[in-house]
């Protein structure tokens, strides 16, 4: 199939959904792809920041071939290794205890948001039953993790949204402390707000919400769906604000590029969720979870960790010169790891196609929001090429 081919079946047979690159990418190397008619691509979006050790790692492809021939799929009503291994590896590796396992991020919400109501009605709390979330925030497209997602644009036409949901400015610990009351069963936050234009919280305020989580007794959920698994240079964006959540969720890289979710909870949170309270008939698929257990193991190894946090500051340094060079046009420059976010004056939408036409791939993160989150792997002359094309697509 040719890129034109490709194109004209999509807008045939897919329900009108995506706004689509009109390129259909048919193979990937590292922070490299392909399309239909053999150009190639700088893949500064990494997927979409979900190939976290960039496209078709030799060491996650074999990892993955091998399960493929051992076995596939099992139900949750018996065990398979990879999944109890990953589980064990999640708890290892963070705060948490209990690990509920899906397939993707907004199935890892729904599951936090069900975990922290039972968690409250196991404790004869049955009355904490409501969410407090931020404006702009994002948390996926199902109806539970819809109604949590501060932008009424999402919304629209798809009510009536499960109640119990009220909004805050991300940032404002004030308003936290107003919105949290005795019906509260948990506020729910990103560590930074990706889709909603990559905005960082101001440094204290994730541990002020925790402390008004405690002195209230409503949950802290933090959703690590685009921040998890290595993207701003830690593991968890949590680490940084030394502040440990009740819950957290976690998505987009944890399979390189493979669908998989995860919930993960403290002990007394997780185990509200007794038997039979939820479930998911592909969760803890067997070759997802080896892709996330070979991901965490070629992170430590290939020193991902360190590379994102070097070449995070190299690309910001990169951007800022930039934005030196072209003046207002670039009107803010927000992120932290290798998750970077350049604002502009005025719409974007043509820019991420230019960007496209001259060998770049990124996308927007709300109107006018150029996103970047490539591979943690990526070196300083790709980040190069990456500012000079984005320059050139400015200019
Ligand atoms: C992408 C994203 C989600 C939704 O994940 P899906 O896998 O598309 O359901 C939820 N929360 C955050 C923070 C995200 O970035």
Same mark, same amino acid.
Do not use: M
């Given at each position: 199939m040719t890129n034109a081919e490709a194109v004209d079946l999509g807008k045939r047979v897919f329900t009108p959904s995506y706004k689509q690159q009109p390129i259909e990418l048919v193979r990937g190397e590292g922070a490299r792809v392909w399309d239909a008619d053999g150009r190639r691509y700088l893949d500064m979006l990494g997927g979409i920041a979900t190939c976290a050790l960039g496209h078709c790692h030799p060491k996650l492809v074999a990892a993955v071939e091998g399960q493929l021939r051992r076995i596939w799929h099992t139900s949750n009503g018996v065990y398979n290794e990879p999944s109890l291994r990953l589980a064990d590896e999640l708890c290892r590796r963070s705060f948490g205890k209990r690990v509920f396992l899906c397939n993707s991020g907004a199935e890892a919400n729904e599951a936090a948001l069900k975990v922290a109501r039972r968690f409250h009605f196991s404790k004869g709390a049955p009355e904490r039953v409501e969410l407090v979330c931020a404006q702009g925030s994002f948390h996926g497209r199902t109806l539970g993790a819809l109604a949590a997602t501060g932008q009424p644009k999402y919304q629209q036409g798809v009510g009536p949204l499960p109640a119990g949901f009220s909004f805050v400015p991300y940032g404002d610990v004030e308003a936290v402390r107003q919105a949290v009351g005795p019906r509260t069963a948990a506020v729910m936050l990103e560590a930074i707000q990706g889709e909603g234009g990559v905005r960082v919280a101001p440094r204290g305020y994730l541990a002020e919400v925790r402390k008004i989580c405690d002195a209230s007794g409503a949950l802290f959920i933090l959703d690590e769906v685009q921040t998890g698994v290595g993207r701003t240079g830690t593991l968890w964006a949590h680490e940084q604000e030394k502040v440990v959540p009740d819950v957290m969720t976690l998505a987009k890289a944890l399979g390189n590029g493979l669908p998989i979710g995860a919930m993960v909870a403290t002990e007394a949170v997780g185990s509200a969720l007794t038997p039979g309270t939820h479930a998911s008939t592909f969760g803890g698929n067997a070759v997802?979870?080896?892709?996330?257990?070979?991901?965490?193991?070629?992170?430590?190894?290939?020193?991902?960790?360190?590379?994102?946090?070097?070449?995070?500051?190299?690309?910001?340094?990169?951007?800022?010169?930039?934005?030196?060079?072209?003046? #207002?046009?670039?009107?803010?420059? @927000?992120? *932290?790891? &290798?998750?970077?976010? =350049?604002? $502009?004056? /005025?719409? #974007?939408?043509?820019?991420?196609? @230019?960007? *496209?036409? &001259?060998?770049?791939? =990124?996308? $927007?993160? /709300?109107?006018?929001?150029?996103?970047?989150?490539?591979?943690?792997?990526?070196e300083p002359a790709d980040l190069d090429e990456a500012v000079d094309l984005f320059g050139r697509a400015l200019a």
């Open positions: 997802a979870c080896t892709a996330a257990l070979a991901l965490l193991r070629t992170i430590d190894e290939e020193g991902a960790l360190e590379n994102c946090r070097r070449s995070g500051d190299y690309l910001e340094g990169r951007l800022h010169e930039l934005q030196r060079r072209v003046g #207002a046009r670039v009107a803010a420059i @927000r992120g *932290r790891g &290798l998750l970077w976010g =350049v604002e $502009l004056d /005025g719409d #974007a939408a043509s820019l991420v196609a @230019r960007c *496209r036409e &001259l060998g770049l791939i =990124v996308n $927007l993160a /709300g109107e006018k929001v150029v996103r970047f989150a490539p591979s943690l792997l990526i």
